[in-house]
Structures are given as structure tokens and as C-alpha cells.
């Protein structure tokens, strides 16, 4: 803490009340990002919106797999005898393309539910193929 910045001596707070204002804020560092459902709207939104979170949810472990999967065979094809392998292996293609379907759904989707997609290049690749 910097002392000239101190926000707790500067309200005038009694100890016993520092004691739980600490305490509260050392609870909400420790839960991280849940601490999000606090927030009403946020909670609001988990509720109304279930399905698209829990499509969401679901494509982003796929991709996670896929990617992970992929990275596993590129580094088991990587060595000086399979270099020619690499290229041609039938599998690593078909996760390179699975991967590439999954971020196409995901960005389709969003562009469906008016998300603003930042790249318009990529919304055009993705209408085109």
C-alpha cells in the first residue's frame, strides 16, 4: 500500500470498521472472477440467456480440445524423420479444418445476435467460404 494513497486513513474509518472493509475486500480478491455474479445484470444475463452461454461454453472446450489435439500430433510430427509426414498427415489437416468450422460457427453466430465484430475482413472470409 502507499501510504499518500491511503484511502482507508483518509475516511476516517475506526479500526473495527478498516477490520471488515479489509476483510471484504480481501473476500472478493480471493473469489476472482465469480465475483462477477455478484453483479445483478450479470446474474440476469446467466439466467435469460442460458442456452447462448452454455453453446458458447460448449464450442470454446471443443476448440480448446481441437487446438490441443492439433498442437500434439504438429510437435509428434515435428521431428527431422517425419518432416514430410507433417504436411500430408491426414489428421492433423482434418483438426486444422474442424478448428476452422468451430471459429465459423462462433463468429456466424455472433454476427446473428448483432455482437460488433471488429474485424470486418474476417466476417467477409467467413461469408464467402
Sequence with gaps: MIPERNLMAERGL???????????????INEGPRI???????????VCQS??????????TELEIVHLEYTNRDLKCSNVENIMMSESDIIKNALEVRMSEILREVLWRMVCEGSSVNDVNVVKEMMLS
Design 51 to 60: 442456452e447462448p452461454l452454455l453453446w458458447y461454453s460448449k464450442m470454446r
Design 36 to 46: 462477477l455474479l455478484r453483479l445483478k445484470k450479470v446474474r440476469q444475463a446467466i
Design 14 to 28: 475506526e479500526f473495527e470498521q478498516q477490520r471488515v472493509w479489509v476483510r471484504s475486500i480481501t473476500d472478493m
